[in-house]
């Protein structure tokens, strides 16, 4: 009878050990994943995060990179745990866990809460950017996002094309009498924002505002529901580490 119930325990170690080593393989996929979305939301469109005064949208997405490079570490560092049966390094690991998993939830939770405030803060800010930083020195960043902008998302202007007139870069001479500046143009050419007609110019109801709001709340869509969603599927790694780490300590060497 002793035997046996060693047996079961054995058993059920070994069907453990395999769960754990796929479930790392996984987790070392989705690392990939996480790093690779924050990546992409820095490298692909850092130009519009410098329209943005906060820096909360820049943070979920570090958050994911560092997240999701750690999750790859730890997911190989799993794997040698899990095929050594050592219980110090499933210890590490297990801690590991722990410190992505508060990692994750806090990207999505500064994720959620930017998503909410984000409304608010761009009509607070992105008019009074485009108007003082477009076309000055120092600030070439900041044209060539709302150049970006104004291009990709086929608007002019925070609210409207009229916006422009306050602008300090059309009221100076080296606006050289445009209206507006030549990205706001549906073909761009120099000089071609001396002319504001509909058929020259974009005229879109809700103006650059609605069309930035829009993309960066799809992302932080993304950054919350990649961050909260791997979180939730590491419970799961977490709760095998322990049942695993239990029976290791239990059984006889």
């Known amino acids: 009878m ?3 119930e060693e047996k079961k325990q054995t058993c059920g170690t070994i069907c453990l050990k395999y769960l754990l080593i796929t479930f790392n393989f996984l987790f070392w996929l989705a690392g990939g994943v996480v790093m690779a979305v924050g990546v992409w939301t820095l490298v692909e469109k850092s130009d519009y995060i410098s329209l943005l005064p906060s820096m909360t949208y820049a943070a979920s997405a570090y958050i994911l990179v560092l997240a999701g490079a750690i999750v790859m570490v730890t997911g190989v560092l799993g794997c040698c745990a899990t095929f050594k049966e050592q219980r110090r390094l499933l210890r590490v690991y297990f801690v590991l866990l722990l410190c992505i998993f508060l990692l994750e939830i806090l990207a999505g939770v500064l994720a959620y809460i930017y998503y909410r405030q984000l409304n608010e803060e761009l009509k607070q800010n992105l008019r009074a950017t485009m108007m003082q930083k477009y076309e ?3 600030h070439e960043h900041v044209t060539s996002a709302v150049d970006k902008l104004q291009q990709e998302f086929k608007c002019c202007g925070s609210n409207n ?9 059309i009221r100076s001479n080296d ?8 990205s706001c143009c549906k073909t761009p050419s120099e000089l071609c924002g001396r002319g504001e007609h509909p058929s020259n110019i974009y005229k879109v109801e809700g103006g650059c505002i609605s069309k930035l709001e829009k993309f960066i709340q799809d992302h932080l869509k993304i950054i919350g529901a990649v961050g909260v969603g791997i979180a939730c599927v590491q419970i799961i790694g977490m709760v095998f580490t322990c049942c695993l780490y239990r029976r290791l300590k239990s059984e006889p060497y």
């Open 2 to 4: 002793g035997a046996h």
């Open 136 to 138: 000055q020195k120092t």
């Open 161 to 169: 094309s009229s916006d422009w007139a306050e602008s300090v870069w």
């Open 175 to 182: 606006g050289n009498g445009r209206v507006v500046p030549d």
